[in-house]
């Protein structure tokens, strides 16, 4: 009889667990709004992950004027129920590119919606024929860096690429190879960015203290302006071999993403100057979603800003603007480089 009444017991238990689990599972499917694989449904899937999850609407309202709302206006006119996927994924990029950030793609198997804006429309201020005068063929390489000491006793340290790993005993060497020059000067130019372990790294040879970098905010919810407070960021000095003398940070309208942060990190160092161009921004940490005929969207998510609470979405002014010229070029002089080896010696 007490087995009877224990079997009862269990089984309205578990029955009582299984309905719990099935509404639970009711309501999150009520929640996340699902949308067909039709052109229709791709482009109100897509305009909604935007809506909801990407983190620079309302500064693109105030800063270029973008209405997500109007946004959607304009182009759901231009979806029609048998438009081949060529045509949706045109107006898709269309849609997307109204943001302004080289960090929003589109994927798809037979194309990348991009917007490299940031820097199509600007002067490179970089010759590679140039940096092989200044170079040589003789040029160290440790993993990721190319380096070498200028005739004038100025360290030059190239780095192409943020993706491109650097270790600890990469940089001891450099700065050991440097211990003797003035200054060093560290060339970005045309780094499209890569990993940010790599850039704190790389800055944190330079920071002989704690030193605030920049801030953080995280999206706490579907609205544009839901936002977590401002996390406050740190990079700590290294313990390995740190420079203190001179540097000078050259930059171009390609510097992007994490090469963007690196020159955040570096402007906020007493003994660093930003030399050269205006960097392309990019100061949204991206996160991918899939529509539902599978192409893959990748969005700005989190926010960064400066050690001024400024965003850097669209770029930050070196301290000395200087371009590359014609002239200089003709001599076979590179002139961004001139100007950060002559306010180096200075």
Not at 204 to 211: G, I
Not at 319 to 337: C, W
Request: aromatic share 12%; glycine share 8%; hydrophobic share 35%.
């Amino acid at each position: 009889m007490r087995k009877t009444k224990f079997k009862r017991y269990c089984h309205f238990v578990i029955s009582l667990f299984l309905i719990t689990l099935s509404s639970a599972l009711n309501v999150a499917c009520v929640e996340e709004e699902q949308f067909d694989d039709t052109p229709e449904g791709n482009f109100e899937a897509l305009w909604k992950i935007i809506d909801e999850r990407y983190c620079f609407l309302d500064y693109k309202q105030h800063e270029i004027g973008v209405d997500w709302q109007q946004v959607y206006s304009k182009y759901k006119v231009r979806i029609t129920p048998d438009m081949k996927k060529v045509q949706l994924f045109e107006v898709l990029a269309d849609m997307l590119s109204e943001l302004r950030d080289g960090h929003v793609n589109l994927s798809a198997p037979h194309d990348l919606a991009r917007n490299w804006s940031w820097y199509e429309s600007y002067p490179s201020n970089l010759s590679d024929s140039l940096l092989r005068r200044y170079m040589g063929t003789d040029y160290k390489i440790a993993s990721g860096l190319k380096y070498c000491i200028l005739d004038d006793n100025i360290g030059y340290i190239r780095y192409e690429s943020f993706s491109s790993g650097i270790g600890d005993g990469n940089l001891d060497e450099v700065f050991m190879h440097m211990i003797l020059c003035r200054g060093i000067i560290i060339d970005i130019r045309g780094n499209g960015g890569g990993e940010l372990t790599n850039a704190e790294r790389l800055a944190a040879r330079f920071c002989n203290e704690k030193t605030l970098v920049g801030y953080l905010q995280h999206k706490t919810g579907k609205g544009h302006s839901d936002f977590s407070s401002m996390e406050p960021r740190y990079l700590e000095p290294s313990s390995g071999m740190r420079w203190l003398k001179p540097v000078c940070v050259l930059t171009n309208r390609h510097v992007f993403s994490a090469a963007n942060e690196f020159a955040t990190y570096m402007k906020a160092m007493p003994n660093v100057k930003l030399v050269g161009d205006h960097t392309g921004g990019g100061a949204g940490m991206p996160f991918s979603d899939a529509l539902p005929n599978g192409w893959v969207v990748r969005f700005s998510a989190v926010p960064s800003y400066d050690a001024n609470k400024q965003s850097t979405e669209f770029g930050i002014a070196p301290h000395y603007n200087v371009q590359l010229t014609e002239q200089d070029f003709k001599r076979g002089k590179d002139t961004i480089i001139e100007f950060a080896r002559e306010i180096m010696v200075k």
